[in-house]
């Protein structure tokens, strides 16, 4: 519980310009090097995990998720967030307790199923749901996911999914993929902390702390950066034959 606490007071009180800012691990060894570099708390993604088992995003089998989740929080002293994607349809009192057995102190669920957003209120029980079987626990991390899918008006349809989420318990919410020009009005309209994606060559993370973001992380980019950089060693070592 005390890991919990410390990476829920985390996203409190923080100034404008100083947002969490929680790097993405997608093996051990990748989490090892975050937490040498002086982050206080790190944040799985799935789209990163299922690279490094071989799958594509969204379709790693969950007993392998979960397994790569705890070497992740085995590796490191930090605490660890774990996205497990819309949950693998597992009832709530079965994600939360596989969430535990990994040792993770936080979860991201996505309000998304194979490509399709999920009726908000539907969600926000099922949320609900989730943070009753977990207590105080577990961090829930709502993603949004309007901006990735079909909507008339994201900003406006991400309020209100938002709201309805914080009100069934949501510690934070995630609109993914938010662009920085929104982040001022997702923040007059959602009470609590706001999660936002950034690319790691891309906007500064202090002007999106300003823009209205508390917390933020990059997906799989930090894991697409290194096999970036992989492959051209890779490249190097072939030319050199």
Same mark, same amino acid.
């Given at each position: 519980?005390?890991? !919990? ?7 409190? @009180?923080?100034?404008?310009? @100083? ?5 993405? /691990? ?6 090892? !090097?975050?937490?040498? #570099? ?23 089998? #969950?007993?392998?998720?979960? #397994? ?6 085995? %590796?490191?002293? !930090? ?7 819309? =949950? ?19 979860? &991201? ?6 490509? *399709? ?7 926000? @029980?099922?949320? %609900? ?10 961090? +829930?991390?709502?993603?949004? @996911? ?8 994201? *900003?406006?349809? #991400?309020? &209100?999914? %938002? ?20 982040? /001022?009005?997702?923040?007059?309209? +959602? ?11 891309? !906007?500064?993370?202090?002007?999106? =702390? ?9 997906? /799989? ?14 490249? =190097? ?5």
């Amino acid at each position: 519980m005390g890991e !919990v606490r410390m990476f829920r007071a985390l996203h409190h @009180d923080r100034a404008p310009g @100083d947002p969490l800012v929680l790097p993405g /691990p997608w093996d051990a060894a990748s989490a090892r !090097v975050f937490e040498e #570099a002086g982050f206080p708390a790190l944040a799985t993604p799935s789209a990163g995990v299922a690279a490094s088992l071989g799958y594509e995003d969204g379709s790693t089998p #969950a007993a392998e998720m979960f #397994a790569a989740v705890t070497r992740i929080v085995r %590796a490191v002293s !930090v605490p660890v967030s774990a996205d497990v994607e819309s =949950g693998y349809g597992l009832a709530p009192k079965e994600l939360v307790e596989r969430v535990l057995e990994t040792g993770a102190v936080g979860v &991201n669920l996505e309000d998304s199923v194979e490509g *399709v957003l999920q009726d908000p209120r539907r969600h926000a @029980d099922r949320l %609900a749901e989730v943070r009753a079987e977990a207590g105080d626990r577990l961090f +829930i991390n709502a993603r949004v @996911d309007t901006f990735v899918r079909e909507a008339a008006d994201p *900003v406006a349809a #991400a309020v &209100n999914r %938002a709201r309805l989420y914080v009100a069934a318990g949501a510690d934070c919410v995630y609109p993914i993929l938010a662009p920085v020009e929104a982040l /001022p009005e997702l923040r007059a309209g +959602i009470e609590g902390p706001i999660n936002a994606a950034a690319h790691p060559s891309g !906007v500064s993370l202090r002007s999106m =702390g300003e823009a209205g973001a508390t917390r933020i992380t990059f997906g /799989p980019g930090l894991q697409m950066g290194a096999m970036a950089s992989l492959a051209e060693v890779a490249r =190097g070592l072939r030319s050199g034959l």
